[in-house]
């Protein structure tokens, strides 16, 4: 088969790899139907992270096409959106909530890799999720934006407790942030500040419910946030970008007592515990447990109550992923899908 490896830093390849096979029980092979370049992908290909010779790709749709000998929940046939990473959706901690810290967790990207034609999942009854029907191709791109930052974006708002009352910002205008802002409106947030310079993405951003947009940043960004909400912040702020900039902008704008959701992979990102100690927030975040969500996403999608899919804004065959990987570096996309 088919699939994406990056060889090393700006180095994107798609290459033949050995076809995925059963090697658990509790495995499935699925035929993936689209996948995506994730932002998080860009950090191994600017250098940020290492790379040698990595298989790519953690977000994924397909078709099951075989079943280890445990596997009950779906069938060979059944269209299924899986999680970034795997879990078995039955232990203690999976039971809480946290799937993403499941026991059995790996992360999809370092073991799987689903910029490709193929790929074994493990844990396949705890990490797929079957749709009700196969999905048309209007579809496709909104279930796929679910494996991951839709999911993703949810979790953030989850965890910064949005909903009706509250004031909500967003730091990041990526696929996540966008996301959040999606999400925010759909809990019932009265009111939702977007951080972004980019005009393509503000207008997306409000599409989703955005009704204020701050384009200022850092300490700037802080006061302009404190502006628009009587000197008081944000009652509920989703970190969605991961740097230093970013979070401590997230921190200043939640107001005493609010809620701060972090989604953003983070880099060398250095929390000064002071600051944090007399901000007086709450604070919940890290790697989202999608597959908590899914259910109820996947049905919002097929209901068509919500649309996801308007995050990719472009769309290229496998083939050409090189091309999408430089597309979303250098911010002439927002998301990328691929089709094998």
């Given at each position: 088969?088919?699939?994406?490896?990056?060889?090393?830093?700006?180095?994107?390849?798609?290459?033949?790899?050995?076809?995925?096979?059963?090697?658990?029980?509790?495995?499935?092979?699925?035929?993936?139907?689209?996948?995506?370049?994730?932002?998080?992908?860009?950090?191994?290909?600017?250098?940020?992270?290492?790379?040698?010779?990595?298989?790519?790709?953690?977000?994924?749709?397909?078709?099951?096409?075989?079943?280890?000998?445990?596997?009950?929940?779906?069938?060979?046939?059944?269209?299924?959106?899986?999680?970034?990473?795997?879990?078995?959706?039955?232990?203690?901690?999976?039971?809480?909530?946290?799937?993403?810290?499941?026991?059995?967790?790996?992360?999809?990207?370092q073991t799987v890799g689903t910029q490709a034609e193929k790929a074994r999942i493990p844990h396949a009854d705890g990490t797929l999720v079957k749709t009700p029907g196969h999905p048309g191709p209007e579809l496709v791109p909104a279930l796929l934006a679910a494996s991951d930052v839709l999911g993703t974006g949810w979790f953030g708002a989850h965890a910064a407790q949005a909903g009706p009352g509250k004031t909500v910002a967003v730091a990041g205008d990526g696929?996540?942030?966008?996301?959040?802002?999606?999400?925010?409106?759909?809990?019932?947030?009265?009111?939702?500040?977007?951080?972004?310079?980019?005009?393509?993405?503000?207008?997306?951003?409000?599409?989703?419910?955005?009704?204020?947009?701050?384009?200022?940043?850092?300490?700037?960004?802080?006061?302009?946030?404190?502006?628009?909400?009587?000197?008081?912040?944000?009652?509920?702020?989703?970190?969605?970008?991961?740097?230093?900039?970013?979070?401590?902008?997230?921190?200043?704008?939640?107001?005493?007592?609010?809620?701060?959701?972090?989604?953003?992979?983070?880099?060398?990102?250095?929390?000064?515990?002071?600051?944090?100690?007399?901000?007086?927030?709450?604070?919940?975040?890290?790697?989202?447990?999608?597959?908590?969500?899914?259910?109820?996403?996947?049905?919002?999608?097929?209901?068509?109550?919500?649309?996801?899919?308007?995050?990719?804004?472009?769309?290229?065959?496998?083939?050409?992923?090189?091309?999408?990987?430089?597309?979303?570096?250098?911010?002439?996309?927002?998301?990328?899908?691929?089709?094998?």
């Open positions: 088969m088919r699939g994406v490896v990056m060889h090393t830093a700006g180095d994107v390849r798609v290459e033949e790899r050995e076809d995925p096979r059963i090697i658990e029980p509790t495995d499935a092979i699925i035929r993936v139907t689209s996948a995506c370049v994730c932002g998080s992908d860009l950090w191994p290909y600017r250098g940020i992270e290492p790379a040698d010779h990595q298989v790519m790709g953690h977000e994924y749709v397909g078709v099951v096409e075989e079943t280890g000998a445990a596997v009950q929940n779906v069938e060979v046939g059944d269209f299924v959106v899986g999680s970034f990473v795997t879990s078995d959706n039955t232990c203690e901690i999976c039971r809480s909530g946290f799937q993403s810290k499941c026991v059995h967790a790996e992360f999809v990207a696929a996540v942030g966008l996301m959040a802002v999606l999400a925010a409106n759909e809990m019932g947030a009265d009111r939702i500040i977007a951080m972004s310079r980019h005009p393509e993405r503000q207008k997306l951003a409000r599409y989703y419910g955005a009704t204020d947009i701050v384009e200022e940043r850092g300490e700037e960004g802080v006061a302009e946030i404190k502006e628009l909400t009587d000197g008081l912040g944000a009652h509920s702020v989703i970190e969605a970008v991961g740097t230093q900039e970013s979070f401590m902008q997230a921190v200043g704008a939640t107001r005493g007592g609010g809620h701060l959701g972090y989604v953003g992979v983070n880099h060398d990102v250095t929390i000064p515990g002071i600051e944090l100690f007399f901000a007086g927030i709450h604070t919940l975040g890290g790697p989202a447990p999608v597959r908590r969500f899914l259910p109820e996403l996947i049905q919002l999608i097929w209901d068509r109550k919500i649309d996801p899919g308007k995050v990719f804004d472009l769309t290229l065959p496998l083939d050409q992923a090189a091309e999408a990987y430089e597309a979303m570096d250098s911010r002439r996309a927002v998301k990328v899908m691929l089709t094998p």
